[in-house]
C-alpha cells in the first residue's frame, strides 16, 4: 500500500509561514481529502485540522489547512519555536479500504 | 476527560503471539470508531486497522492482514488487538486513537501508546 507524499523536511525562519504538502492520488486525497496531525518528539499525534479543512477546538488559526486535486497543504503562518515538530497528513483510500500515511515532515524553526 | 489507555505491551519473541488493549473513558466509545496505529522506533506513523463504531466493519494494512485482529467489547469501552505470528519488523508502539464519529476515519484523540518489542 502505497503511502502519500511528504517532503522530508522544511526549514524557515521564525515568524514566517511554511507551507507543507501532502500528494495522493485519486482514491485517497483526491476524493477523501486529507487530516493533518503534528507530533512532537516523545509524544503521541494531535489531530490539526479534519478531512474538511476544519480544526478540531483549541488548534490555532495559525494552522490552516487546503487542497487542490490530489495534492493537500498545511500551512503555518508566524512560526514560533513550538511549531517544530514532525508532521503528517492521513487519508482514507477508498479503493483498497484502508488509512494511508505520509512518510512525514520534520520542521525546523530557525 | 476524554482517556485512551493502551496497555499490553511487551517482549515477544518471532512467531508468538500478543494482546494490546486500549481502555476508552470520557466519550461514548459504542458510537466511535477506533484505529490502532504503530510507530516503529525513529520511524513515522503506520496505520494498522480500524473498527468501525458496532464491530461491523474492520480494516486492515496489508503488513497485517491474516496476523492481526482488531475488536471491541463496547460493554467494556475496551479496543483489543490480537497479534500473532509477530515479526521484528512488528517492533514499535502502539497507539490507539479515535475517530470523530462513528464511521469517520480521521484520527481526532490519540492515546500515549504502549511498547510492543520482538525479539528472540
Known amino acids: 500500500q502505497a503511502g502519500l507524499t511528504q517532503p522530508p523536511s522544511v526549514s524557515k525562519d521564525l515568524r514566517q509561514t511554511a507551507t507543507l504538502t501532502c500528494t495522493g492520488n485519486n482514491n485517497n486525497v483526491g476524493n477523501q481529502g486529507a487530516a493533518w496531525l503534528q507530533q512532537h518528539q516523545g509524544h503521541p499525534p494531535k489531530l490539526l485540522s479534519y478531512r474538511d479543512n476544519s480544526r478540531p477546538s483549541g488548534i490555532s488559526e495559525r494552522f490552516s489547512a487546503s487542497r487542490s486535486g490530489n495534492t493537500a497543504s498545511l500551512t503555518i503562518t508566524g512560526l514560533q519555536p513550538e511549531d517544530e515538530a514532525d508532521y503528517y497528513c492521513?487519508?482514507?483510500?477508498?479503493?483498497?479500504?484502508?488509512?494511508?500515511f505520509g512518510g512525514g515532515t520534520k520542521l525546523t524553526v530557525l | 476527560q476524554l482517556q485512551l489507555v493502551e496497555s499490553g505491551g511487551g517482549v515477544v519473541q518471532p512467531g508468538g503471539s500478543l494482546r494490546v488493549s486500549c481502555a476508552a473513558s470520557g466519550f461514548g466509545f459504542s458510537t466511535s470508531g477506533i484505529h490502532w496505529v504503530r510507530q516503529a522506533p525513529g520511524k513515522g506513523l503506520e496505520w494498522v486497522a480500524f473498527i468501525r463504531f458496532d464491530g461491523s466493519g474492520k480494516y486492515y494494512a496489508d503488513s497485517v492482514k491474516g496476523r492481526f485482529t482488531i475488536s471491541r467489547d463496547n460493554s467494556k469501552d475496551t479496543l483489543y488487538l490480537q497479534m500473532n505470528s509477530l515479526r521484528t519488523e512488528d517492533t514499535a508502539v502502539y497507539y490507539c486513537?479515535?475517530?470523530?464519529?462513528?464511521?469517520?476515519?480521521?484520527?481526532?484523540?490519540w492515546g500515549q501508546g504502549t511498547l510492543v518489542t520482538v525479539s528472540s
Open positions: 486513537a479515535k475517530g470523530p464519529g462513528p464511521i469517520e476515519w480521521e484520527q481526532e484523540d
Open positions: 492521513s487519508a482514507w483510500d477508498s479503493s483498497l479500504d484502508v488509512v494511508v
